[in-house]
């Protein structure tokens, strides 16, 4: 990271704020873990959520628009949006049976560069899915940012859509020794 807070600030954070838990948790890839990472402890207090919207500020590069999923990505889009001035869109886990039914909420560009942003990656089946659909919706999608990767096949599950990851940390580095 930059001048806005360095690599070891953004682990120590995370750390601090009671977000790696031990115990026995049920992931969203459907494997049982004894650690979990909840980034919402992180992302619903302003000074956290600052310090990962600069993270991912400094990585937007020529992405002319942010997106993720709902949930999680949510507050990390529209904080990295304020900070860095990219819009952003919102991928729906379902259509809504009313309204526009819509799975993309928000504005792309045809041809658009969007960069994804993930809260926690494991096996990299949700953030697929999310590439997939805003590639369905005329995104250009080369890289997903992501808060936590916990180094367990989500960097190979996206090589093959020509998709790189991005962490700005590792679940080795968050539930590590203090530095």
Known sequence: MGASGSHADLVRMLRESGAVRFGTF????????????????????????????????????????????????????AATSLLSGRPFVVVRKAAKAHGTAQRIEGEIPPGAEVLV???VTTSGGSVAETVELLRAGGARVE?????????????????PLGVRLEALATLDEVRGPPT
């Not at 459907?30 to 909840?38: C, I, P, Q, W």
């Not at 207090?45 to 020529?62: H, M, T, Y």
């Open 143 to 159: 890289r997903v940012a992501v808060v936590v990767d916990r180094k367990e096949g989500a960097e190979e599950r996206l090589a």
């Open 26 to 77: 049920a992931l969203a890839s459907g494997r049982t873990s004894s650690v979990y990472v909840d980034i919402k402890r992180v992302w619903t207090d302003p000074k956290r959520l600052e310090l990962i919207a600069r993270a991912f500020s400094e990585r937007v590069g020529s992405a002319q628009v942010l997106g993720g999923m709902e949930l999680g990505a949510v507050p990390l889009l």
């Open 117 to 119: 942003l993930e809260d």
